[in-house]
């Protein structure tokens, strides 16, 4: 099983501070913590949210997976509302954002590099507010490490729900920290709770361990002790 890079519970900002797994981030402005997936979750919004570090945390454009369970909480048909999930676009538009939008009133992730994107958009999915969704985006910009060449696939609880095969350039010019629960230029307002966030720096295509909030792995083997005939 892939392990995680980077895992956050957001049961409350000591665990932003001090992640289950990996390099540590910051708590900006003061996010609140509310009932989720997994006790709390990150209630987020233009000025308050969590960031880690990208380079530390092995993020990056190439080859990667995010995971995590969310709870939207407004949805109001007015501009500022869209609500940013997960967002490391840097200078010159290296790096992967996913935020649900208002105009296409479905979740959009847009893979960038070199000033270049491709876009996944989900189409016409049924949820209500308050529902807890699992999301993941797994990618590969050469295609290798995904079914059927893929590059980037969005799994909408544990399916996958929309992918393409199209690619993107290497690029390293991504921000120092991915943010969760805004974007980098802050103009997106959260309205929702993000749970359980897991990074890799693999293809993660699996998400049947969804439900729980550990690490997976492989299990203990038992030994079985020869028993011998007199």
Known sequence: ???PQLWCKFESGSDITSPSLGAAG???GSPTYATCKFGNGITVDRSNFAQFPTGTNNINVTKGTIEFWVKMTVYVETTNVDSCMFDFVGGEAAG???MFD???????VA??????SVTL???GLDWSLND???IAVTWDRTGTDLPDSKTGIIYWNGTEEVSTSTGWNADTNILSDIYIGTNYDQSYDGSCIIDNLKTYNVCKTDFSDRDTEGVSS???IKIIQPYFFK
């Open 26 to 28: 910051v708590e900006t």
């Open 1 to 3: 099983m892939a392990t």
């Open 102 to 108: 208002r105009a296409v009133d479905d979740f959009v």
């Open 218 to 220: 492989p299990g203990k």
């Open 132 to 134: 807890l969704i699992h």
């Open 111 to 116: 893979f960038c590099a070199e000033s270049a």
């Open 121 to 123: 958009t989900t189409t």
């Open 96 to 98: 992967i954002s996913m």
